[in-house]
């Protein structure tokens, strides 16, 4: 298997699914000659033509809308918006259409569509474009939300989102872009959207993360093993909304521990949620308070002070030992 970035592996993604169904169609600001800001685009315009990867003004309600149209009439439109933080342009297109066309036709009309868009902080950008704001679609009845954390998933996890019949919108932690290689199958991949994956097993304590913040959670949970003898079982969530409450219990179950770890503001992210749903479901497994590692409640800072904002290994290692010590 040939060992990809996250970019080369949702290109292959885009491309193969491009050339299996005329349905799949791209569009989006400087994705078509350009290959996109981070080039996740890079070579399609050239292979598919300005019909099937569209270059679209900087409009980004205009974006999402011509989407959802393109969705209800069969297409499998695959927007891009440069960065996560631009998508607030195109919240009323989601939230008052996409989410509710299904609902609104009683079954009758479905969206297939995907809003692809790099989220979080790390690459010292400018404002509006380091934000997790991951929970506004959440929290958003008739939204999938997916959330990748490596090149493999990512792949896999697209695939699956382009096929699904209802709209998802699917963010990329651009720090994760071009982070390191994994090998990924030529063949077809999927994983099922809604589904958390147990990255490493434990008993000691669970560690819950998504997207960008998977790889300085792992890190943390080695440096428990060295030096505490800790076994900490590591979860990737993969998909926030729906959201894998039965992996997350019977994980937590087992170990009476629960540290959730994400790069969002703390109140009321996605750490309140399940800690919420851990407490309803495994509230006597528990053996200890849940500790949360998260972003501030605050804009995320520029430059020297992001890493200060950003969840680190030494962070969460902290906050596990806490729970450990309770």
């Known amino acids: 298997m ?83 933080g631009f998508a607030y342009q195109g919240f009323h ?27 979080g902080g790390g690459v010292r950008a400018l404002e509006h474009h380091s934000e997790s704001r991951e929970a506004y679609w959440a929290h958003t009845p008739g939204l999938k939300v997916v959330i990748p954390s490596g090149p493999r998933n990512a792949r896999a996890l697209l695939v699956s989102a382009i096929r699904d019949p209802d709209p998802v919108i699917f963010y990329e932690g651009k720090a994760l872009y071009r982070a390191f290689r994994e090998e990924v199958p030529e063949e077809e991949e999927t994983l099922p959207i809604g589904k958390a994956k147990v990255v490493q097993s434990g008993d000691d304590l669970t560690m819950i993360s998504y997207g960008a913040m ?36 019977a994980s937590v179950t ?15 992210g996605a750490g309140a949620e399940i800690a919420a749903r851990l407490m309803e479901d495994a509230f006597f497994f528990l053996e200890a308070p849940i500790e949360r590692v998260t972003g501030f409640d ?29």
């Open 2 to 84: 040939a060992k990809m970035t996250m970019v080369e592996a949702l290109n292959m993604a885009l491309r193969q699914e491009m050339q299996q169904d005329d349905a799949v169609i791209l569009l989006g600001q400087d994705i078509g000659r350009d290959g996109g800001v981070f080039r996740v685009t890079d070579g399609l315009f050239a292979e598919f033509g300005e019909e099937r990867v569209v270059d679209t003004p900087l409009a980004e309600s205009a974006i999402v809308g011509m989407s959802i149209g393109m969705a209800v009439y069969g297409l499998k439109p695959v927007c891009e918006i440069q960065f996560s």
């Open 93 to 119: 297109q989601l939230e008052n259409h996409a989410a509710r066309m299904r609902w609104r036709s009683r079954g009758r009309l479905h969206v297939p569509m995907v809003m692809r868009a790099p989220y």
């Open 214 to 249: 998977l790889r300085p959670t792992l890190e943390a949970a080695e440096e428990l093993l060295d030096k505490d003898g800790v076994t900490a079982e590591v979860i990737d969530l993969l998909t926030l909304s729906p959201l894998d409450t039965q992996l997350l219990v």
């Open 254 to 268: 087992k170990t009476g521990r629960a540290v959730i770890v994400h790069e969002a503001p703390r109140s009321f």
């Open 298 to 326: 605050l804009i995320i800072p520029y430059f020297s002070r992001e890493k200060n904002y950003i969840p680190g290994a030494a962070r969460i290692a902290a906050a596990a030992r806490r729970t450990l010590n309770s």
